[in-house]
Nanobody, 124 residues
Framework: QLQLVESGGGLVQPGGSLRLSCLVYGSSLDYYAVGWVRQAPGKEREGLSCISGPERRVYYADSAKGRFTISGDNAKNLLYLQMNSLKPEDTAVYYC?????????????????WGQGTQVTVSS
């Protein structure tokens, strides 16, 4: 059983940057696919990026390419999401999630384990 705890959300101005962190308890990141998902008010959950299990392949949704970077520190069981050039439409709750493999779809992605979420608000 995994537990995931996100941190790093907050209020940022348009054009700014944030780095989200996710600490994973219960198993090594080596064995799981781990990713980031967001949900804006009134919208479905949107998968942003995922790192596959042992192969460590990285996948990005179109909305994340070029501005967001996922990375992991397996020695510390930490997952990160570096977000740059943030826009008001990036405002959402951001979740860290894990599964045996990266989901096939970015819309309502299927993960087995979820963190509690961290709020990101982009506003001037």
């Amino acid at each position: 059983q995994l537990q995931l705890v996100e941190s790093g959300g907050g209020l940022v101005q348009p054009g700014g940057s944030l780095r989200l962190s996710c600490l994973v308890y219960g198993s090594s990141l080596d064995y799981y696919a781990v990713g980031w998902v967001r949900q804006a008010p009134g919208k479905e959950r949107e998968g942003l990026s995922c790192i596959s299990g042992p192969e460590r392949r990285v996948y990005y949704a179109d909305s994340a390419k070029g501005r967001f970077t996922i990375s992991g520190d397996n020695a510390k069981n930490l997952l990160y999401l570096q977000m740059n050039s943030l826009k008001p439409e990036d405002t959402a709750v951001y979740y860290c999630a894990a599964a045996w493999r990266c989901p096939d779809h970015t819309s309502n992605p299927q993960y087995d384990y979820w963190g509690q979420g961290t709020q990101v608000t982009v506003s001037s």
